[in-house]
């Protein structure tokens, strides 16, 4: 087709006509609302290139926090204008894993179905005159000639006041005449991102601070266009523990990785929004509500925090706790019965029951407790361990003692009535002054392994408790037939 068709033309420029009485009458009705501090619109503007990152995750969370606190509107806008980089597989991984996450939003669009939009606006620059095609050497192939469109760069000074930064100016002159698109229907990230937010009457920029370069030229097409300006809040981007930009190199950054790896959305959800934002009550463990309530920009920290897993864990072990028992059972039962099935181990279920307290004590996400169990270090609940014969007495300590102890262990035991196991302090009991008097090691160390087949593990008498009477007894039994043939 033509470029120039006179047609085309008309029909682009009635176009244009339309929209910009659309946006200024949005601009319009946007001045006045932020002037009485209504109307609030943020955007989630990811470009759909890669996994949720946990960055895209935490942009996502600061502008929900600051719209939900004051009745705002989100609009999540599908950044897809890079056609070699940008899958629909990227956009339902954010779109699921923010879901997960608990955020949402009230508009949804796509830049790739709004190129009438950006072509209308493209083209008003040009026939205004402060835009240009430029033909140009590829920068990508020697000897190709490309076509740019270039934005006539007026080469002012240009001064904006971001909300948690303060004022910030730029000598925008350095910036020469810079690209905005590769043809009218292929608008460049700037041009696209300016007509939009003022065509969604964004009212609040709030985004990381690798894009206050971005700034200045952004403002400068909103000029061309006498589009209104939004106020901007760039916050410092999270870094990885040795302060560097966080990378895959450096630990998980897809939200997707810690979801499978068994964090609690909550956790992550509160983590990730006060990772550079105090509340000001100073609380740190804080519901989504919560947030919202406390919630101002200007707390948001100045100097990039660290990601930091030991802090993630601290609170996701608090959200594990906080579940109730019987929530956290379902599914520490289907880990443990995953893993105990896949080494023909039999599950059952009282011992299951009693032993959720224990692992709730013991893990901070649930991938921990995969990797326990997967190490078979909980099958000793389950089925008699197999012991090493040369492991069952304590270092130093003689077979004939070992066996002394163990019998004497076995009697006091089998003498208590079934009344004494109900609580792990009475089993304690039964045993504690045998074995103060000849030696702690010498007679629980045994008894531990015996019982556990296992160098590390819980205290005899908790393991008694869960196992039982019958069990512990047999399992004893088992250790002193392989003592007699040492
Ligand atoms: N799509 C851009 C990104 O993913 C964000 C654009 C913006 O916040 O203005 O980094």
Redo the contacts with the bound molecule.
């Keep these: 087709m033509n470029p120039y068709d006179p047609m085309r033309e008309w029909i682009i420029y009635v176009q244009y006509i339309y929209i910009t009485a659309i946006i200024t009458n949005f601009a319009d009705s946007f001045g006045v609302s932020l002037s009485r501090g209504m109307n609030i619109r943020v955007?989630f503007?990811?470009?759909p290139?890669g996994f949720c990152h946990v960055g895209?995750a935490r942009?996502a969370i600061l502008n929900y926090l600051f719209a939900k606190k004051h009745g705002g509107i989100i609009v999540f806008?599908s950044?897809d204008t890079d056609k070699e980089r940008s899958t629909k597989e990227f956009e339902a991984d954010i779109i699921d894993n923010l879901t997960w996450l608990g955020i949402s939003w009230d508009e949804f669009y796509r830049q790739s179905e709004r190129t009438e939009i950006y072509r209308a606006a493209i083209h008003t620059l040009i026939v205004q005159g402060k835009a240009y095609v430029s033909e140009e050497e590829s920068k990508k192939e020697a000897g190709v000639m490309v076509k740019i469109i270039r934005l006539k760069n007026p080469g002012t000074t240009i001064t904006f006041t971001d909300a948690i930064r303060g004022d910030i100016t730029f000598d925008t002159t350095e910036l020469g005449d810079f690209a905005i698109a590769r043809a009218e229907d292929d608008p460049l990230?700037h041009l696209a991102?300016v007509v939009d937010?003022a065509d969604m009457r964004i009212t609040h920029?709030i985004?990381?601070e690798?894009?206050i370069s971005?700034t200045p030229r952004?403002i400068l097409i909103q000029e061309a266009l006498g589009l209104p300006r939004p106020l901007y809040a760039h916050y410092p981007l999270h870094l990885a523990a040795d302060r560097s930009k966080l990378s895959k190199r450096k630990g998980d950054v897809a939200v997707r990785s810690y979801r499978e790896k068994g964090y609690l959305a909550p956790a992550l959800l509160n983590y990730l929004a006060t990772l550079g934002w105090t509340a000001p009550s100073g609380k740190e463990i804080l519901s989504l509500d919560e947030m919202i309530g406390e919630f101002e920009l200007a707390d948001v920290h100045k100097n990039g925090a660290v990601f930091d897993i030991e802090k993630l864990n601290w609170f996701n072990r608090h959200y594990l706790q906080a579940l109730p028992l019987r929530d956290f059972a379902l599914e520490s039962d289907k880990i443990l019965q995953t893993s105990l099935h896949a080494r023909g181990v039999a599950w059952n279920e009282r011992i299951a029951t009693s032993l959720a307290p224990l692992i709730r004590e013991r893990i901070a996400v649930w991938e921990e407790l995969r990797t326990f169990a997967d190490a078979g270090e909980f099958d000793f609940f389950f089925a008699e361990p197999k012991l090493e014969p040369t492991y069952i007495a304590q270092k130093k300590v003689s077979t004939e003692d070992t066996v002394r102890h163990l019998q004497s262990v076995k009697k006091l035991l089998s003498d208590a009535p079934e009344g004494a196991y109900n609580d792990t302090e009475n089993i304690k009991a039964l045993v504690w002054e045998y074995a103060s008097r000849e030696g702690r090691g010498a007679v629980l160390w045994p008894l531990r392994y015996a019982l556990t087949g296992q160098e590390r593990s819980p205290d005899p008498f908790e393991v008694i408790h869960l196992i039982g009477k019958e069990a512990s007894l047999r399992r004893i039994g088992t250790a002193l037939a392989l003592l007699s043939h040492i």
């Design positions: 955007r503007p990811p470009s290139t895209t942009m806008r950044e990230y991102v937010d920029v985004r990381g690798d894009h971005n952004q």
